[in-house]
Every structure is written in structure tokens, then in C-alpha cells.
């Protein structure tokens, strides 16, 4: 059985002679299993963030959406130009995650951070148009966000030996 959840409410316990007990912690346990932690590979499932946000205080944080007021804001910054009829109603779950972490990258960077992440996602990113009169990246699907997105969360490096760039698939502070 898996635990759903922790309660702390009055219960009787139920062992040789009933015992009421106040607000005690209890875990309910369910046939299947909420969530699934495998060591081995250091991998972590589960089926609802709400559940498991009950018992993993904090999670949520890590798969947290932006809002639809969120991903507008971010669109309308200073280094973002939308183009081909592109809209905030048009970005998918995985960007509108990207935009909630990358807003809070964008708003712990220094006036210098911010300066040079520019020619930093440039250098990653030549697909990306970027316009050097108003100082924007021309963004007109979803494809071309994430791109941005990745180069603001600083997900793009190079190797130290080999000299090839690559896109980090996931990153840890250390």
C-alpha cells in the first residue's frame, strides 16, 4: 500500500482497548501508489502535484506553471519581440514552466547579468533572430521561446575538452 497522505485529526486506535488520540500524525495508505521514487536512476513520479504537495512541502515549485498574466508579462520584456501573429495564448505547458523559472533567473540577474546574457543566448542561439536596432529576439512559435527560454536559464554550454556545445537536459545547483 502507498501513502496518499499525512493527517493530524482526533482518531481511535483501534489496538487492545480503544484509545482516543488528538491530532496525532497518521498516513492514510491507498491501494496504489501517489508517487514512486526510483533510487536507481534518481528519478521521481507521481500522478498529482496536489497530492504529493501535501506530503513533499515545496514541490510544487518545481513544476509550477506560469500564469496566463505570467507568460504576457514575460512576452512583453524588453529583449522579446513577437512576430507571425504569436500570443501568449499560444504557449504550451513545458514554456509556460520554462517562464516561471526563467522570470525568476531574469529577476535575480544584475544590469551586468542581464547585459550579457544577451550575446550569450546569441552565441547559442543563431537561429534565433535577434534584432540589433531595438535590441530584441524575434520569438514566432513555440520552438523559437524555448530556445530563448533555455539560454535565459543558461541550460546551453561547452564542453571543456572537446569544444562542443551542447543543451544541458536538466540542471542542479551545486
Excluded at 480503544?18 to 496525532?24: F, G, K, L, N, Y
Excluded at 500570443?87 to 533567473?105: D, H
Excluded at 537561429?127 to 521561446?145: M, P, R
Excluded at 530556445?147 to 564542453?159: I, K, M, V
Aim: hydrophobic share 40%; net charge positive.
Amino acid at each position: 500500500m502507498a501513502a496518499k497522505t499525512i493527517l493530524r485529526k482526533k482518531h481511535i486506535l483501534l489496538i487492545q482497548e480503544p484509545i482516543m488520540v488528538q491530532a496525532s500524525p497518521m498516513i492514510i495508505l491507498n491501494q496504489n501508489a501517489d508517487a514512486v521514487y526510483d533510487k536507481e536512476i534518481d528519478r521521481f513520479y507521481f500522478k498529482d502535484l496536489t497530492t504529493i504537495s501535501t506530503i513533499f512541502k515545496g514541490v510544487d515549485i518545481l513544476y509550477r506553471e506560469a500564469t496566463s498574466a505570467e507568460t504576457t508579462q514575460f512576452l512583453q520584456k524588453p529583449f522579446v519581440s513577437l512576430a507571425n501573429g504569436y500570443s501568449a495564448n499560444q504557449v504550451k505547458t513545458m514554456n509556460r514552466k520554462r517562464i516561471a523559472l526563467a522570470t525568476e533567473a531574469w529577476d535575480s540577474f544584475s544590469a551586468k547579468d542581464k547585459k550579457a546574457i544577451i550575446p550569450y543566448i546569441q552565441a547559442y542561439c543563431p537561429q534565433l533572430t535577434f534584432n540589433a536596432v531595438n535590441k530584441k529576439f524575434t520569438v514566432s512559435s513555440e520552438e523559437e521561446l524555448k530556445f530563448l527560454l533555455y539560454g535565459l536559464l543558461e541550460r546551453y554550454y561547452t564542453t571543456p575538452h572537446g569544444g562542443k556545445k551542447r543543451l544541458a537536459s536538466a540542471v542542479r545547483d551545486l
